[in-house]
């Protein structure tokens, strides 16, 4: 099962396969340039010299997996994909969680248009923009914290001066004016990986400034993808597929801090390594980074020691098991022939692992299906209807290989 | 979940929901008044356009099934109502009662109607699915007269 039976032409090919699908997994330009101006928009907003929160001197970042550069794209056009962000208010607590909150609300309803796509969630505003686009953008309100414990823990400060206390609406004691509210460091976070793979992303960034010649400041950071943000990509792309919303999925935090720890080691030994071999050897490690403390699993955050990202597998044991079961499943998929054989045709499997959609964006001729390309692979859907064996599965794909409920035998009509 | 109300017809309808809601994946159901209402998005392979679709089902009858969007001009040629809604099933051919599965009908009728009206958009304007007696040309009618 390890790549030393498989000729280097073998792993490039392998590579190549794996390359294109995490491309398809990936938003388009288009989509982060579109989701880049309305995060601006906002940005400037907020920022309004004008408006009630400048005297807090607000700056909006963004966080998660947007900031890190792991984005998924949802497999199906009806799912919505969003862009989380942290508005820091430079405000001294004790204060009121709710009352910061509403000073982020009350600047948002300032405006007609806003105040329209504005929505509660628990720990965050939700700005909803047209059905259509299924795009959100999350706005977390957010305060400096005193990080001195951090420095104590032994966190550098260019990660742990980041730390902020932030609002959560189902906390007992959201209305109270006082010191103790939720902390979190997603910047710290996103800054701990960006430094992981930065020599590769470097790398990467000089390259494209040669090719596509521009000057290095010009080239866009979502145009910038390591092995690391890929092989994330791919597994989270591989973990939807495969749990759905399921509760017991491995969280996305957990794969990312897994991987990114064994990418350091992985790299101190690959150096100009093929693609493949690097993915592989992320994946085969980076179980070997769940650490066992007096038998309780820990999956520690890294700018932040006292959290252990796996604390809930303490509770409920199924969540270890869940993880290692998909882990063992991915790691069979990238070893396994779909990906390492040549074929002319997709492979069915390669669908279901990944998405069908993604799957045909990633190997079709054109990218964008040509009316007579389209005709004929509607006429063979229509095809499978006329031949009554066709059904339809949950995600109103028709197909003949009875999956989901069988389609009856109808004629369309027309009441004059 | 036992509902509030004891009637029968919310019992049915929330039989029709969990199938609908086990099935398929892109609806949002909810019942009021009676009517079980099922919204969502879709998008079937190959196709280029996304369907907001809205089904409403009263107990006994043939459901009603309303393209929202996008923006559909109606006809009989694609077996579309002026309000929208679509004509998926010629009533000799079926009796809606209070058994029949909305799940099982209505859905895969509904995206075989998409399927046949995206060929529709690319071919000319044919509608190459199946129709009812009504629907026949001059050319099919008389298929089995003698030519000589």
Known sequence: MTTQFLTYAERQRAGNVLERLAQS???TDRQYQDAIARYEAVATFLGDPNGNLAIYNPHLVPQGSFRIGVVVRPEHEECEFDVDTTCWLY?????????IKQLIADRFKSNATYERMLKEKHRCW?????????????????????YEWLLKLGVPDKYAKHAIKITDNQRYNYHHHTVDWPGSNPEGYALWFLDVMKVQADHIRNQLSAELKLSLDKIPEYKVRTPLQRAIQLMKRHRDQLYGDHDLKPISII??????RAYMDVIKRHQGGLFYDIVIAIVEQMVDH???????????NPVNPTENFADKWQTDPRLAAKFHEWHGKFLALVNGEEITKSFDRTPESLKLSFGSNTVKRAFEPNNVP???????RLRNTAAIIASGVAHTDKNAQINNQSIGVKNQEHRFHFNE | MIPKRRNHKYAFLTYQQRLVESKFSFLKCHIGRNVLKCVGW??????THRYKVLIEYVLGYEPKTTVLFPNVKPSKHIHMYKDKSLCLSFPPDLKWTQNSRMAE???PWLVEWIIFYEIYLINGNIWEGPESPVHLTEATRNINIDDE
């Open chain 1, 255 to 260: 794969i990312t801090t897994l991987a990114a």
């Open chain 1, 290 to 300: 769940i650490e066992s403390r007096d038998n309780v699993r820990w999956i520690a």
């Open chain 1, 370 to 376: 040509s009316s007579v390309g389209q005709l004929d």
């Open chain 1, 91 to 99: 405000i001294n607590l004790p204060a009121s969680q709710y009352r």
């Open chain 1, 25 to 27: 997994i990936d938003l």
């Open chain 1, 126 to 146: 939700r700005l909803g923009y047209s059905e259509q686009t299924r795009f959100h953008l999350d706005v977390v309100p957010a305060v400096p914290d005193s």
């Open chain 2, 42 to 47: 879709l998008q079937p392979p190959d196709c």
């Open chain 2, 105 to 107: 009908l209505t859905i």
